[in-house]
């Protein structure tokens, strides 16, 4: 359906709550055709995250564990390897 969303069971370590997020807002965005809300969206929209992200929070914590991790790594894993390291700052 959506080719943004990747798959959350057996990341190691478990899916965060902020990738979980992410995930349901990509959801709803596909499903509802809104990218960016308005003050007419907004309210809709953002009970739809939090409802989805619930919902897949207890989804993930309800499955058994998978025998192989999931092939790709979620946006903010990859965006987070991409970002090379904070310098160090001396005094």
Do not use: W
Not at 28 to 54: D, L, N, W, Y
């Amino acid at each position: 359906m959506c080719r943004n969303i990747t798959t959350l069971r057996g990341l190691q370590p478990v899916a965060t709550p902020v990738e979980i997020e992410a995930a349901a807002r990509q959801y709803v965005r596909k499903i509802s055709g809104v990218q960016k809300t308005s003050p007419a969206t907004e309210a809709a929209f953002e009970a739809a995250v939090a409802e989805i992200a619930h919902i897949t929070a207890h989804l993930l914590a309800d499955l058994p564990p998978r025998k192989q991790p999931p092939p790709t790594l979620p946006p903010l894993r990859r965006i987070a390897l991409a970002r090379p390291p904070a310098a160090h700052r001396g005094s």
